[in-house]
């Protein structure tokens, strides 16, 4: 099993910056985590990408975070980070960590909200 805890989450007004970490602990036998990311999930809205990163250091993002957000990761911690610019007030949602195997496994979602 993968266990994903997020922390960072907050207020913040428009313009400002973010980082959102998420801490992976792993326990029993799993196959090995090949991507980590994020979603993000806004009032009435459907669950999407934000921004995820693979093994072979390949990242990829949402068009509409493109240029302002940066994921990374040190896998020494198991952790994964979303860096966030240029907040605005679209980028309200709560965020959730994910890890992929041969399942994904989910964080609890952190509660991003950006004040205009």
């Known amino acids: 099993q993968v266990q994903l805890v997020e922390s960072g989450g907050g207020l913040v007004q428009a313009g400002g910056s973010l980082r959102l970490s998420c801490a992976a602990s792993?326990?029993?036998?799993?196959?090995?985590?090949?991507?980590m990311g994020w979603y993000r999930q806004a009032p009435g809205k459907q669950r999407e990408l934000v921004a995820r990163?693979?093994?072979?250091?390949?990242?990829s993002y949402a068009d509409s975070v493109k240029g302002r957000f940066t994921i990374s990761r040190d896998n020494t911690k198991n952790t994964v980070y979303l860096q966030m610019n240029s907040l605005t007030p679209e980028d309200t949602a709560v965020y959730y960590c994910?890890?992929?195997?041969?399942?994904?496994?989910w964080g609890q979602g952190t509660q991003v909200t950006i004040s205009s």
């Open positions: 990163d693979t093994n072979d250091g390949t990242t």
């Open positions: 994910y890890a992929r195997s041969m399942v994904i496994y």
């Open positions: 792993f326990s029993g036998s799993i196959f090995s985590i090949n991507t």
